[in-house]
């Protein structure tokens, strides 16, 4: 019976103390930031966070890229005026060398949402916005199958031009992940050369001999 009062008192104890309002400090902390969290709402007010002592700028670091970014491509944009970057950009391989069936088609389909509406279904120019001069869009899009500029432009000239825009096209860098930009250029680089292979052979020259 004494053993048992003996818990008993113990546990109110515990319990009254545990209860307890009272603000306890444990001294030093060991990570201050993992026991009292700084977290902020991704689109609150950030203004005054320097005050506060964080560094944030929403920012990646420099050089860095996210886990699940794929295929960085390490050319920046050049200045306006600049080309130094444009022309680097031709040596730049493409990472994705051939298109399994499922990758295909799914290019196929980025490419026809994204690029369709100017280059065409075919590759050819034509896509709804020119429509044979006819469409809302005057410029003729680059012919990207059977022009000659276009089928030996390098993929990482080509994806150059889709990241960052070129002459009157935008940036794609905002509808397309670099892994899908890589597909797409793949994907057109099939089509031009199945181009090339479907292309009749010009006909050899006859010499005449004059009598």
């Known amino acids: 019976m004494k053993n048992t009062s003996i818990i008993a008192c113990l546990t109110a104890v515990v319990a009254f103390a545990a209860c307890s309002d009272v603000k306890r400090t444990p001294g030093s902390i060991y990570m201050p930031d993992m026991a009292y969290s700084r977290a902020y709402e991704t689109y609150a007010d950030h203004s005054n966070l320097a005050e506060k002592g964080v560094n944030y ?102 994806f150059y031009s889709v990241a960052y825009g070129k002459n009157l096209m935008g940036s794609y860098a905002s509808q397309l992940s670099r892994k899908q930009r890589w597909m797409i250029i793949a994907y057109i680089k099939e089509k031009q050369q199945k181009g090339k292979s479907a292309a009749p052979a010009a006909p050899a020259a006859t010499a005449v001999a004059a009598k």
């Open 57 to 158: 700028n929403s920012r990646p670091v420099e050089g860095t890229i996210s886990r699940e970014e794929e295929m960085p491509f390490h050319i920046a944009k050049d200045a306006q005026g600049d080309t130094t970057n444009y022309t680097a950009s031709k040596l730049v391989k493409n990472p994705i060398d051939s298109l399994s069936s499922k990758d295909r088609l799914e290019a196929e389909r980025l490419y026809l949402v994204n690029c369709g509406i100017c280059h065409g279904t075919k590759m050819d120019g034509n896509g709804p916005l020119y429509k044979d001069g006819n469409g809302p869009y005057a410029a003729k899009p680059a012919t990207l199958v059977g022009d000659a500029k276009y089928e030996a432009m390098p993929a990482g000239q080509m």
